[in-house]
């Protein structure tokens, strides 16, 4: 593939990018060979290409450092349709899409960060790692999702709206029946929030809090359940809820810092 800034097309142990170092290309990755491993701890801006048959495994950043995947403008691609694609260790910001159609994407020990809607076609997998999800963010997957293990992060941030029940913010969306056993979710604290976990609608994993939170604009906030927490409906000095219908039990305060009534 001419148009590569490289292109490995025989058998490599490792490849490297560096700290510091920048693969920048329409495709800046092309494999027809095969490659025991792509540990990167640079710039990857541009398209992943393996068409081999053995699995992608890349690592990222040690100590602070973070490998970026991502595309020469907005979100790349990683394109693995022969193999699984692993994310085995390293820290690893991604802001790839992955086609891995009829595989699997696993996160073995990875500590993956997204700052966007990142799409997988294929399935996906978790055993350790973290997955780190910026405000905004969260992981779609065209096939099923298995969580059993390692972490999943979440960033509130004052300006949001996290509701009790299925309001819940989506995490993971998942296309194919899935299991979540092993997540566990952490996150940020801010005022007005109690504690956090999750929930699970259909195949997808929601955050899911103790109480309702308001933190922008909310045109109508509908409690239908029981909320029994200190504070059950909390309106930051941010936000704008036009109104609240509780037709279940509100066990809790609720304060509103906002300027209206």
């Known amino acids: 593939n001419a148009t590569s800034a490289l ?3 025989g058998t490599l142990g490792t490849l490297v990018n560096q700290n510091g170092g920048t693969i920048n290309s329409s495709t800046a990755l092309y494999i027809s060979g095969s490659i025991g491993g792509f540990n990167n701890s640079g710039l990857v801006a541009g398209k992943i ?21 991502t595309g020469q403008s907005g ?11 692993v994310l085995a260790s390293g820290n690893l910001l991604l802001n790839d899409s992955i086609v891995a159609t009829g595989h699997t994407v696993s996160n073995i020990g ?11 076609t294929g399935d996906y997998g978790q ?3 973290q997955l780190i999800l910026n405000a905004g963010s969260k992981l779609v997957v065209s096939g099923g999702a298995s969580i059993t293990g390692g972490t999943i992060a979440t960033s509130l941030v004052s300006t949001g709206n996290y509701l009790v029940g299925n309001g819940g913010t989506t995490l993971v969306a998942a296309g194919a029946t899935s299991s979540y056993t092993g997540v566990s979710i ?16 259909g195949n997808n994993l929601l955050l899911m809090l ?34 609240l219908v509780n037709t279940g039990t509100l066990s809790g305060n609720i304060v509103n810092q906002s300027a209206r009534d």
């Open 186 to 201: 952490i996150a940020n604290s801010l005022t007005g929030i109690g504690s956090v976990g999750n929930t699970v609608v």
């Open 49 to 69: 290409d393996n068409q081999g048959s053995a699995n992608l495994t890349i690592t990222g950043g040690a100590s602070g450092t973070i490998g970026t995947l």
């Open 110 to 120: 990875a500590n993956v960060t997204l700052t966007s809607i990142v799409n997988v």
């Open 7 to 9: 292109n490995v097309t």
């Open 210 to 243: 103790s109480n309702h939170y308001v933190g922008g604009t909310l045109g109508s906030l509908a409690n239908t359940g029981s909320v029994s927490a200190a504070t059950a409906v909390y309106i930051a000095s941010t936000g704008n809820l036009g109104s």
């Open 127 to 129: 055993t350790g790692g």
């Open 75 to 85: 979100m790349g691609t990683i394109s693995n349709t022969l193999g699984n694609v």
